[in-house]
């Protein structure tokens, strides 16, 4: 499995960007696809993730309201929308694929074994 992101850029507080994770190698039906972040310092967080199958969705509290994940099966593309940015989402962002992960542990970043290499966003005050 191969994960390609992309997207990432400098912007202001209250803008947005779309990330967009590529994926390929796999039949990715029964997949998790899980966007975490790591910013400098700090350790690696979830933000948000979706089941490949049925779509369910999984948010970090510090995000809800404000990003949107979503997929195209037929690209095999996750995205990440990321609205009303602040000073304190700027990170690596990464994303990542996880084979029959159960709904629970989406949030977990060890239950993901494949990982792309990250695409920073950094937005300014």
């Known amino acids: 499995v191969q994960l390609q992101a992309s997207g990432g850029g400098l912007v202001q507080a209250g803008g947005s960007l779309r990330l967009s994770c590529e994926a390929s190698?796999?039949?990715?039906?029964?997949?998790?696809m899980g966007w975490f972040r790591q910013a400098p310092g700090k350790e690696r967080e979830f933000v948000a993730a979706?089941?490949?199958?049925?779509?369910?969705?999984a948010y970090a509290d510090s995000v809800k309201g404000r990003f949107t994940i979503s997929r195209d099966r037929g690209k095999n593309t996750v995205f990440l929308q990321m609205n009303s940015l602040k000073p304190e989402d700027t990170a690596v962002y990464y994303c990542?694929?996880?084979?029959?992960?159960?709904?629970?542990?989406?949030?977990?970043?060890?239950?993901?074994?494949?990982w792309g290499q990250g695409t920073l966003v950094t937005v300014s005050s």
């Open positions: 990542a694929a996880a084979p029959r992960i159960i709904s629970s542990s989406l949030g977990v970043a060890a239950s993901y074994p494949y």
């Open positions: 979706l089941k490949w199958s049925g779509g369910s969705t």
């Open positions: 190698g796999s039949t990715f039906s029964g997949y998790g």
